[in-house]
């Protein structure tokens, strides 16, 4: 497939090292080199854990580089892994988009690969292997598909075609799970795209939506479904795609989180609830503020959930709540070290996972979705993607 040219993407690289002067005079901090990433999926791990516990903790830190995109380009996706990132974007007023790769020591990329559909977030990494989900051709927009593109050859690998719009696959070792808003949950071979086993949620007159990437685990897969014929919580065998429990109830929109003996599931306005991984059975549960419910982040033992108001840590053997701080949240906290990372509707902020207490704040209002490295932050704002790391 083409390419968009070299000089598109790397146009701002001769600024980066002005951009890092800048961010250190500012801030009287020389930042320190990122290490390496663990962040290879949407939300970090199989389990929907979005957390980094054994990570070294954020400071306030400076800009270490930034990189701009071609100005026709919006940021959909990013994730990270080892010494790079993945960067997927849609192409402004079109079909198409590009998915590149940025390399975490400098921010520079030698290739820019076009993408033929519309992605609609971020890859999973499977090794070299980017998986990222995409619209369907021009003439089938409401159909899609997840391709496999090698990102050390820039060849694509394989296909995956879904019947409506796909969510980012989740990646448990060489087990790929698909899902969409058409109902149709999939297990793939990560590496060829095989079909391991395909289950359909909902009837002849209704699929049902999977709102959101599984979470998975040794032994099954767990999704929440919505729709007038399934709605709830489903378990699913990891091996053959059977139902081993399910819970209806009201809908879930966030992503379940697997952690210690339970899934947690945010339902949408009003309470986080546990429930036994084996079982189905409900543990506890916990009434949260009015305000849409972000799915939570795991770390030491302890969840840090969130809605549009509070940002809460609880005990995940039976919810007690350790701290809550009132802040304008706008997108599910991250764990990275002993901070828990909250994007608010105009900073970003580290507070403490021992009393919420702030630590640092990014007066970065523009800033869409944030992706840590051990010593460092990425985040993404239009076309641009910037890395900030903790000072020397």
């Known amino acids: 497939m083409p390419s968009l040219s070299r000089r598109e993407y790397l146009a701002a690289s001769a600024a980066t090292a002005l951009v890092t002067t800048s961010g250190c005079q500012i801030n009287s901090c020389t930042p320190t080199d990122p290490g390496v990433a663990q962040w290879s999926q949407t939300r970090a791990s199989p389990q929907n854990t979005n957390a980094v516990p ?67 977030g971020p890859p999973a990494l499977a090794g070299s292997v980017a998986v990222t989900p995409v619209l369907g051709e021009y003439t089938e927009p409401s159909s899609g598909a997840l391709v496999a593109l090698d990102t050390a050859s820039w060849t694509t690998t394989w296909t995956h075609d879904t019947a409506g719009r796909p969510n980012p696959p989740t990646i448990a070792d060489d087990l790929l799970v698909a899902t969409g808003d058409q109902g149709d949950v999939t297990a793939l071979e ?24 599984p979470a998975v685990d040794d032994d099954a897969v767990y999704i929440t479904a919505d729709g007038s014929a399934a709605q709830g919580i489903y378990a699913l065998d990891r091996e053959t795609g059977e139902t081993q429990w399910e819970i209806t109830g009201p809908n879930i929109p966030e992503p379940l989180v697997r952690t210690e003996d339970v899934v947690l599931a945010s339902y949408d306005r009003y309470e986080l ?36 108001e509070t ?22 906290p991250l764990v990275v070290g002993e901070s828990v990372v909250v994007p608010t509707t105009d900073r970003i902020m580290g507070l403490s996972i021992e009393d919420g207490s702030e630590l640092w704040a990014l007066s970065e209002t523009s800033a869409t979705r944030s992706v840590p490295v051990s010593r460092g932050l990425l985040y993404t704002s239009g076309n641009t993607v910037t890395l900030r790391t903790n000072c020397d």
Do not use: N
């Not at 546990?274 to 033992?301: E, K, V, Y």
């Open 311 to 332: 940002v809460s840590a609880l005990a995940v053997e039976d919810g007690d709540v350790h701290w809550e701080r009132t802040l304008e949240v706008d997108g599910s």
């Open 273 to 308: 609830a546990a429930f036994d991984a084996a079982s189905g059975d409900r543990q506890w549960s916990r009434a949260m503020s009015d305000g849409g419910l972000f799915s939570p982040a795991i770390g030491h033992s302890r969840v840090f959930s969130a809605d549009e």
């Open 54 to 120: 054994d990570q070294p903790t954020l400071t306030a830190g400076g800009d270490y580089w930034t990189s701009t995109l071609a100005d026709d380009i919006d940021i959909t996706g990013l994730v990270a892994t080892t010494d790079m990132a993945v960067v997927v974007g849609r192409t402004s007023g079109e079909h198409t988009g590009i998915l590149t790769t940025v390399q975490l020591d400098d921010g520079s990329s030698d290739t820019t690969h076009e993408l033929t559909r519309r992605p609609t």
């Open 190 to 213: 990560a590496s060829t795209g095989d079909t391991q086993w395909t289950r359909t949620f909902g009837d002849d007159h209704q699929r049902a939506s999977i709102p959101a990437p």
